[in-house]
Structures are given as structure tokens and as C-alpha cells.
């Protein structure tokens, strides 16, 4: 009875330091639902890029044998309607992701008794927000010398950076799933010209498989 009394006890007292330590509120099904959004949004940009008439492509610069085009070509790409909309849907799914994982997060915080906006939670957003930052401004910098085919790989590998480094102030399979987006953003600089497909691969299917699994594991 006494040894019943201790495990559970010592049950209580690692599920109090837990909380203290990591943001585990994170909603798997909020995963789900971004990578839904991600696979959506990839099918548009497959319509809006390969559509007939469609006259650029993301691997407009790897066709042409140099990374880097001419400036005038590449102000008329930037400016074209196809990247317009390839950033109209981009936003849109970022957008959708970010909205939908706040309420269902919030919610399940709630739930739990943990505040959403603590200590812990402002590390782990410090942790995101960091390789996030960089690594979107290094494109930026990236895009601007015409170098489209950047986009893919430095999206998965920053990102992938990111999750890897909020892991110490979440779930640990958090890390998993920045390892595979890693992985996917070496394939993808491997393989120019799949960058689309390592995209809905890396945040459309492995957002949904991890999202299942941290739902049948943390949320039920």
C-alpha cells in the first residue's frame, strides 16, 4: 500500500515539474489541420505553376542552367501574376495554420489548467521564432538575387531547425519531426525541380502523420 502511495507520489511530482518545464498543450489535431491547409494550398500552387499558359515556374532558374537571372528577367518573374498568387496562397495557408492552431491550443490549455502565455511558452516561442526569422530573411535575400530554387529546401530546413530547438520546451517528439523536415530539406536541394512535392511532403503529410499521433497519445 505503501509502495502505491510512493509511485504515486513520485507520478504526481514528475507530472508538476513537467508542467513547469515544457508547453505541453500543443494540440496534435491543430497539426492535422495545418497540414491539411499545406496539402490545399500545394495543390493550388501545382494549378496556378503548371496550369496552360503559364509562363513561369519555380524552377524557371534551374531550367536556365544559372541560379541566377538576369535582373531585368527576374523583376519581370517577381512581379509576375503567377508569383503573386504562388504568395497570395502561401500567406493564406500560413495564416489558417497560425489561427487554428491558437484556438485549439488555447483550448486544450484550458483544459489542462496551464497558462497559454507563461514563461515556458514565450521560450519556446523564442526558440520557433529565432531559425524562423533568419531563415525567412535569408530567402528573402536569396530571392532577390533570382535564386528561386532556395525556396523549398531553406523553408524544410529552417523550419526543421526551429522544431528541434522548441522540442527542450515541448514534447520530445517534437525533435522527430524536425529531423524528418531536415531530411526533406536535403532532399529537396538534392533533387531540384521536386521542391513543390518535398513542400507538401514536409509540411502537408508529415504535419498530418505527426499530428494523428501526438492526438491519439497527449490529447485523449
Known amino acids: 500500500m505503501e509502495e502505491s502511495k510512493i509511485h504515486a507520489d513520485l507520478a504526481s511530482i514528475r507530472s508538476m515539474m513537467e508542467r513547469s518545464s515544457r508547453f505541453i498543450s500543443l494540440s496534435g489535431l491543430s497539426g492535422v489541420m495545418a497540414g491539411i491547409y499545406a496539402l490545399m494550398g500545394a495543390a493550388l500552387a501545382y494549378k496556378i ?17 544559372n541560379p541566377f537571372l538576369q535582373m531585368e528577367l527576374w523583376e519581370e518573374v517577381l512581379f509576375s501574376p503567377t508569383i503573386i498568387q504562388l504568395v497570395v496562397v502561401a500567406f493564406a495557408v500560413l495564416f489558417a495554420s497560425i489561427v487554428t492552431g491558437y484556438a485549439l491550443t488555447r483550448r486544450k490549455a484550458k483544459k489542462q489548467g ?13 526558440q520557433m521564432a529565432t ?33 528541434v530547438g ?26 531540384p525541380g521536386y521542391g513543390l512535392m518535398f513542400w507538401a511532403v514536409g509540411f502537408g503529410v508529415l504535419h498530418i502523420v505527426y499530428g494523428t499521433l501526438m492526438h491519439l497519445k497527449y490529447d485523449r
Open 49 to 65: 505553376i503548371y496550369i496552360p499558359g503559364a509562363k513561369y515556374s519555380l524552377n524557371l532558374a534551374a531550367k536556365g542552367g
Open 114 to 126: 496551464q497558462a497559454l502565455w507563461g514563461t515556458t511558452s514565450k521560450a519556446l516561442l523564442f
Open 131 to 163: 531559425p524562423l526569422i533568419t531563415g525567412g530573411l535569408l530567402i528573402l535575400l536569396l530571392l532577390s538575387r533570382g535564386y528561386l530554387g532556395i525556396v523549398s529546401p531553406a523553408c524544410l530546413a529552417f523550419y526543421g531547425l526551429a522544431l
Open 166 to 191: 522548441a522540442s527542450a520546451y515541448t514534447y520530445t517528439d517534437v525533435r522527430y519531426l524536425g529531423i524528418c523536415e531536415i531530411a526533406l530539406a536535403l532532399m529537396a536541394a538534392a533533387f
